[in-house]
């Protein structure tokens, strides 16, 4: 199987845990335990994605702002981590939309060559549907109080 298609097939099984955390949150009466494991895993899905940027960005020679970006990559997880202990979940669902946000234009700046642009697509899609899991699980907890 070729570079490609594996990380395509790996990329997508990795939405399936934003989905079925999504999903079960709404069978399981709004528990907010769900959102935490959600959130959780996002951590662990941001701080992968950042892994990857701090080698791309180590390893190339021809980016501006190398010490910008390794920052951030690096930033970017731990903060997110710390968000987790001093904040409602409105407040890191949000964050979280943000930072994935932010993430994909890191990946826009360090992978644009004409070789990386299957990746840029395949990240363009996958970030788009986690952020599309958070903006539902953030409406489905505010929808939840009103009730």
Not at 2 to 16: E, F, P, S
Not at 38 to 45: A, D, E, K, P, R
Not at 122 to 139: G, Y
Request: hydrophobic share 55%; charged share 15%; net charge positive.
């Amino acid at each position: 199987m070729d570079k490609k298609k594996l990380a395509t097939i790996l990329g997508y099984l990795g939405l399936i845990p934003f989905f079925s955390l999504t999903l079960i949150f709404f069978i399981s009466n709004f528990n907010n335990y769900v959102i935490d494991v959600y959130l959780f895993y996002g951590n662990i899905i941001l701080a992968f994605i950042c892994g990857s940027q701090w080698s791309k960005i180590l390893n190339s020679n021809i980016l501006d702002n190398r010490s910008l970006l390794l920052t951030l990559s690096v930033c970017i997880p731990v903060f997110s981590f710390i968000l987790d202990f001093f904040s409602n979940q409105d407040i890191k669902i949000a964050i979280h939309i943000i930072l994935f946000f932010v993430i994909n234009l890191i990946d826009k700046k360090i992978f644009y060559e004409p070789n990386n642009l299957w990746y840029l697509s395949l990240r363009k899609r996958l970030t788009f549907l986690v952020i599309l899991t958070l903006v539902i699980n953030l409406f489905a907890i505010n929808s939840y109080r009103f009730l």
